[in-house]
């Protein structure tokens, strides 16, 4: 057991969290927006909030002395959720042995802090924060969190909530422990094998700090102009907000051009504009259909019955039925291998390593190649396909 703290609680949100800094250090007036709109909590972040109970009871164990007992009852509970799925424990036991090495790596035992409330309001008014896990030592602050998402990677470098929590941390320690590198890590298990790690001095973050002072004070006064960009999918506004739909309908018009066919110069100005636009229609959708089915209008449109589908009454006393028809179970059922993802998380990664991957039964393929806008923080593609491979028909050069 080492020296530290845990709290505990329910995580509640500032109008400015760390967690949408991303977004409304973009995008100021954002905030206020969203505070006018109901906030509801997805599966996927339900699942999230489960798999950070359970890394929290990881790490009460690992270092502050719960008992097993406790432990094992405590957990049993977690276990019991409706969204809960054996592959967690492995997730949340890469996070607990990644703090574990890391804690073991300092020459004397660092301090920790588990689920640590952060007061921001040196940097936004009324804002604070709650980091995952926070260990000092040897003048290394580090803050490292746990993401439980598998659809967005989110990358340590230069992440500005891992930055606020930094910031929050150092003011909450640096009275206590000297402290002058500041040292963040991403444990996303569902994306990454290994955590995202990033580093930076003391002065550096003191100066983003700084930096971002104005914004902050702009985005909680609903100042600022509307900026719209891939920060906008994480928007609670994102279907409905005016400054994206024209935004999205104006790449429409940005095409026509003397030539009837667009050249290259011009298809990566009409790409970044109508980037999100497939995903937003689909999102505004879904809202006028919520609203059709309330009984509310949405001129131009109604609700429909869209295409039925079969099912099974009971499908146990069906097939029990077809069996006793004579009909042979190889007609019954299908056999199939399992996916490696899915044998992955049947087996546990160790066993699937070692049966696997060790003695060579698994190869990796690259993945298909993807355009991504040039601010994508992932290295460019080394082509080993040809062009003809990829694409049909190209625009013709003007
Ligand atoms: S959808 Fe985008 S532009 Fe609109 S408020 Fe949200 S972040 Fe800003």
């Not at 009409?270 to 609203?291: Q, T």
Request: glycine share 8%.
């Amino acid at each position: 057991m080492v020296a530290g703290e845990i709290a505990h609680g329910e995580r509640a949100h500032a109008l400015l969290s760390a967690s949408g800094a991303h977004r409304w250090l973009h995008c100021p007036p954002s905030a206020r927006l969203e505070s006018t709109l109901p906030d509801t909590e997805s599966e996927a972040a339900k699942r999230g909030t489960l798999a950070h109970e359970i890394s929290e009871l990881k790490l009460q164990k690992a270092f502050f002395g719960l008992k097993a007992a406790k432990f094992n009852s405590e957990l049993k509970k977690k276990q019991k959720h409706e969204l809960y799925e054996p592959v967690i424990e492995e997730h949340t036991n890469a996070y607990l042995d990644y703090i574990q090495s890391l804690v073991h790596s300092f020459p004397t035992p660092p301090h920790i802090a588990v689920e640590r409330k952060l007061d921001l309001t040196e940097y936004i008014p009324e804002g604070f924060g709650t980091s995952d896990c926070i260990v000092i030592g040897a003048g290394r602050l580090h803050i490292i969190d746990y993401k439980n998402g598998s659809g967005v990677p989110v990358p340590a470098e230069d992440n500005p909530q891992m930055k606020l929590y930094a910031l929050g941390a150092y003011k909450a320690f640096a009275m206590w422990f000297p402290i002058q590198e500041i040292h963040i890590a991403i444990v996303q298990p569902k994306v990454w094998n290994n955590p995202s790690e990033w580093s930076l001095p003391v002065e550096d973050l003191l100066a983003w700090g700084e930096s971002i002072k104005p914004i902050a004070q702009q985005a909680f006064a609903g100042e600022g102009a509307y900026s719209v960009g891939s920060h906008c999918g994480f928007c609670r506004a994102k279907a409905t907000c005016r400054a994206r739909v024209e935004h999205l309908l104006e790449a429409g018009t940005a095409a026509p051009k003397k030539p009837p066919l667009i050249g290259w110069d011009e298809v990566g100005e009409v790409l970044k504009k109508a980037d999100g636009i497939v995903s937003w229609y689909n999102d505004l959708k879904k809202l006028a259909l919520a609203e059709a089915l309330k009984g509310g209008d949405v001129p131009g449109w109604k609700v429909v019955e869209g295409r039925g589908g079969r099912e099974y009454v009971d499908l146990d006393k069906a097939f029990a039925y077809l069996k006793e028809q004579g009909i042979d179970d190889s007609i019954l059922f299908k056999r199939q291998p399992l996916t490696l993802p899915q044998l992955e998380d049947a087996l546990t990664k160790k066993v699937y390593k070692e049966l696997l991957v060790e003695p060579g039964h698994v190869v990796s393929r690259p993945g298909a190649p993807a355009l991504a806008q040039i601010e994508d923080k992932r290295p460019a593609y080394n082509p080993q396909v040809k062009p003809e491979d990829v694409f049909s028909t190209a625009p013709e050069q003007s």
